[in-house]
């Protein structure tokens, strides 16, 4: 058959709309390899947990929520480390994370600081594997008179205790990893409408992203972090008969280590 200019045009045109999704539209598979691949695990290196808190509570992060200013703030800080994966993540779209602001997108459901931790997790490697100590960041969260108001703290990301005191007035436990617990039991305590959250809820967040640092650091150093608080004394009983697993008791299966009294007992 031979090819004149018509035929070979609708050739082409059919080569365009047949492989278009294989070759001429800009795809995942075809184009530059994407950030990170699944399951990708990033090389975590030493960070100062001050510098983070402060990159945290930096104007330009604070204002775009709380999973962002954790997400971000250890994103950018591991992209300007000695990390040999240090570039990879400074093509980490940490953008994406805006969304887990006010417990995704203002639904009060699971708090962004907690939404980012898990992420974070997920992404990296500490001595070759998967750091182990996201429930102890979840149990400091949970447990934890928060947001910090020490001198060490408000110096370091530059804020004062004048300040904590007008806008912040209390620190208050969460006993839970929802945005809705920790923010009722807050404006509660201090006498504060919710709508006016602004700086707690961005201190907690620098001081969620301390926290985190300071854990990954004593998981590169290789310290012993079991002694570190994680589930309640009452949670790990509960878990004791309540587990994931197939249920000869007549009662549900339950996978949780979330405080379990704040919704079962009197919390
Ligand atoms: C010694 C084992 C054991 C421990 C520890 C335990 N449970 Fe249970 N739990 C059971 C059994 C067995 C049932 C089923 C009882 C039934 O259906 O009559 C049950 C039922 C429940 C139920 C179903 C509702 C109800 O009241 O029947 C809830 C909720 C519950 N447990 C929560 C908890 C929590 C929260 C804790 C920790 C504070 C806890 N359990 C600790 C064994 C245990
Ligand atoms: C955020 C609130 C919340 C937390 C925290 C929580 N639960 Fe629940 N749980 C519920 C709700 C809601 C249900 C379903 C409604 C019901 O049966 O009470 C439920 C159901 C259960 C049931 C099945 C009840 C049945 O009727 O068979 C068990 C057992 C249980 N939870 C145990 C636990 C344990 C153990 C923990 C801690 C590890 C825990 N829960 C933490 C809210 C919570």
Redesign the pocket.
């Known amino acids: 058959m031979s090819m004149d200019r018509r035929n070979a045009l609708k050739n082409i045109i059919g080569i365009t709309t047949v492989a278009a999704g294989a070759t001429l539209v800009p795809s995942f598979s075809a184009q530059a390899a994407p950030a990170l691949e699944p399951k990708q695990r990033l090389k975590y290196a030493r960070l100062d947990p001050a510098a983070v808190a402060a990159i945290a509570y930096r104007e330009d992060v604070r204002s775009l929520g709380c999973m962002y200013q954790v997400f971000h703030a250890i994103v950018e800080a591991l992209a300007n480390s000695d990390s040999d994966d240090a570039e990879k993540f400074a093509n980490i779209p940490t953008a994406l994370s805006v969304y887990g602001g006010g417990g995704v997108a203002g639904q009060g459901t699971v708090c962004g600081n907690n939404n980012a931790t898990g992420m974070l997790y997920s992404i990296l490697s500490i001595n070759g594997e998967a750091p182990k100590s996201l429930g102890k960041v979840s149990a400091y969260y949970e447990q934890t008179m928060l947001p910090r108001n020490d001198e060490a703290f408000l110096t370091a990301v530059g804020a004062t205790k004048e300040d904590f005191d007008a806008k912040v007035a209390v620190q208050t436990e969460a006993h839970s990893l929802l945005c809705h617990a920790s923010l009722t039991r807050w404006s509660d305590a201090a006498g504060i409408p919710i709508s006016a959250k602004g700086m707690r809820c961005q201190l907690l967040s620098a001081s969620i992203a301390w926290r985190t640092v300071e854990l990954l650091n004593a998981e590169l150093a290789g310290d012993d972090i079991s002694a570190i608080p994680g589930d309640t004394a009452?949670?790990s009983?509960?878990l004791?008969?309540?587990t994931k697993g197939e249920n000869p008791?007549?009662?549900a299966s339950v996978m949780a280590h979330m405080e379990?009294?704040t919704c079962?007992?009197n919390l």
């Open positions: 009452e949670t009983e509960c004791g008969c309540h008791m007549g009662n379990c009294d079962h007992g």
